[in-house]
């Protein structure tokens, strides 16, 4: 079980405050490291420190736009030396491709994939200067393949998403001669902010195309989190794992 402690490690998570991102934190945490949560909205923040504070986490956390250079930069410093980052924030847009605003399309992809990079540079360098890391994204089999016709219209969400699997690869082959390892997570449909307003009129298509029959439960991330963060994955870079009941195992 030693494999899979974090002891001693610090951890920065993006939109960390709810959510999957609040799962997986808790998740890092639960296993001995350090988190440092960032997020957008005071309200949701301040509520999940004290929480995880109360467990006795070791926990703290700022308010940040990861699509700002410069806020990047200063969380990394704060929050420095990070040993895990974790790059969850994401946001979504539902309309169809022929109808999206360009103004939309650019805060997803600034949101999901800019602000992945600009925290994996920032983090990156620090990793660099140590020879070690783990940088671990989330993504989302949004990423792996296309919707059904009559899905949900999100485009931008896609492509960033895709762009999100190409980057973990690129970073993994560049960086692994320093030490760091970079994977991702691609959940399928998970209860959360983003899921809930659609998730209940799609159980009769999840229960025909996901396998396990169902989405997925709150909980259910962490463990893949936990092993791709420890030294139980020292030996597994440039890899996205699926966590979606079979869904693209099937390909629908």
């Known amino acids: 079980m030693e494999l899979f402690r974090l002891d001693g490690r610090r951890a920065l998570i993006t939109g960390g405050s709810r959510g999957l991102g609040a799962e997986i934190a808790e998740g890092l945490a639960e296993a001995g490291a350090s988190v440092r949560l960032l997020a957008r909205r005071e309200q949701w923040l301040t509520p999940t420190i004290e929480s995880f504070r109360a467990r006795g986490f070791d926990c703290e956390g700022a308010l940040c736009d990861i699509a700002d250079p ?93 762009g999100l699997i190409a980057l973990t690869k690129e970073l993994a082959a560049k960086w692994a001669m320093y030490g760091i390892r970079v994977n991702a997570i691609a959940p399928g449909f998970f209860p959360s902010r983003m899921t809930e307003r659609i998730l209940p009129g799609m159980q009769e298509d999840i229960q025909r195309h996901v396998p396990l029959g169902r989405a997925g439960h709150t909980g259910e991330l962490k463990g893949a989190a936990i092993f791709l963060c420890s030294d139980a994955a020292s030996y597994i870079t440039g890899q996205t794992l699926a966590v979606d009941g079979g869904a693209t195992a099937v390909g629908l």
């Open 70 to 162: 410069a806020q990047v930069q200063a969380a990394v410093e704060r929050f420095g030396p990070v040993d895990i980052l974790v790059n969850n924030a994401g946001v979504s847009w539902g309309q169809p491709a022929e109808e999206m605003a360009l103004d939309k399309w650019r805060q997803v992809l600034d949101t999901n994939l800019t602000g992945a990079f600009l925290f994996a540079q920032a983090a990156g360098r620090q990793m660099i200067a140590r020879r070690s890391g783990v940088i671990l994204n989330i993504a989302s089999i949004a990423g792996m393949r296309g919707s059904m016709p009559r899905g949900i219209h999100a485009a931008a969400y896609t492509a960033s998403k895709g």
